[in-house]
Structure formats: structure tokens, C-alpha cells
């Protein structure tokens, strides 16, 4: 019986690890599909942490992006699952044009 209870654990810890790692290389396809489309450079993607929001465990992932290639940038990804729930960047802000 306690053999059984472990082979149990060590299944549901495998599972775990699984999903944990199917969530992280979803959001760095998704999020270097969508920097893509705004036309920004992604540079880095990590799990940041996880967190209760309206009865769902969400997970935060925070990404490096530039837009102009000088400057970097950190945006946020919130995960349930595979599903994006939501993404925001900062403002970003144009360098001031030299004066003629």
C-alpha cells in the first residue's frame, strides 16, 4: 500500500512539473507571436509568480522587450492555465528628436 501511495505522488509531482512547463513555453510563443505583430523585440520571457485573482490561480509571467533596440522595457503576461487573461506594457516613449 505505501508503495502505491508513492508511485501516486511521484505521478501527480510529474503532472505538476508538466503543466508548469506547457504554461512557460506557451507564453513564450504567444509572447513572441503578439511582440511580432506590435513590432517590438522580445528579449526575455520568465515566471515571475503565481496568484489568487476572482477564485483562479493565475500565473505572472514578466517578459523584456525593446522598441526601438536601445532601451528595454518589462510588460506583464497573466496566465489561467493556456489562456491569457491579461497583458500590459508600459508607455513607452520616443526618444526627443535633436533640434535643427
Do not use: I, K, T
Not at 512547463?21 to 503578439?34: D, M, P, V
Not at 476572482?54 to 497573466?78: C, T, V
Request: overall charge positive.
Amino acid at each position: 500500500m505505501a508503495e502505491l501511495s508513492w508511485l501516486l505522488g511521484l505521478a501527480l509531482l510529474a503532472a505538476g512539473v508538466w503543466r508548469v512547463r506547457r504554461q512557460s513555453e506557451f507564453a513564450g510563443r504567444w509572447l513572441a507571436h503578439y511582440c511580432r505583430r506590435q513590432q517590438l523585440q522580445l528579449l526575455s520571457v520568465y515566471r515571475y509568480r503565481y496568484r489568487w485573482r476572482n477564485g483562479r490561480l493565475l500565473a505572472q509571467f514578466r517578459f523584456e522587450f525593446s522598441h526601438d533596440g536601445l532601451q528595454r522595457d518589462e510588460g506583464e503576461l497573466w496566465l489561467h492555465g493556456l489562456r491569457v487573461m491579461e497583458v500590459s506594457l508600459p508607455v513607452l516613449r520616443e526618444p526627443p528628436s535633436p533640434m535643427l
